[in-house]
């Protein structure tokens, strides 16, 4: 095998390595789909109500009474939304975007009694 050979088998190993990381595919490792830090309160609203219906996520933890609910904190109400959605889907980036207001992360956004879901 050649050098170039040997260099172009050796990138397209490290890109299978970090798409698996990316994906969620490693082994024990645990990632969720947050709402993004930046993200404006009304484009979190649209993606959580497109969530919660057409996307099929299971909703009923952020609604009155549910142990995520909470209407003064959208970041974590739309959080719990596209973290449900994602893990419904392939866990992929395409599906924890929603109009580019999301991220794949791997520290647990859980907090008091709403736990959320990971791998």
């Not at 009474?65 to 959208?74: A, E, H, I, Q």
């Not at 109400?77 to 994602?86: G, K, L, R, V």
């Not at 866990?91 to 879901?117: L, Y």
Request: aromatic share 12%; net charge negative; charged share 15%.
């Amino acid at each position: 095998m050649s050098k170039r050979e040997g260099f172009a088998l050796c990138r397209f190993l490290i890109i299978i390595l970090l798409w698996g990381f990316v994906a969620g595919d490693a082994p024990g490792r645990e990632v969720w789909c947050v709402a993004k830090n930046n993200a404006e309160d009304a484009a979190l609203q649209s993606a959580v109500e497109w969530a919660c219906g057409a996307g099929g996520a299971d909703c009923g933890a952020i609604h009155g009474g549910g142990p995520c609910f909470d209407p003064s904190n959208m970041q974590n109400t739309a959080s719990y939304a596209f973290n449900d959605y994602f893990r419904k889907h392939a866990i992929s980036e395409e599906n924890c975007n929603f109009g580019n207001n999301a991220a794949i992360t791997s520290f647990n956004p859980s907090f008091g009694n709403c736990k959320f879901p990971s791998r």
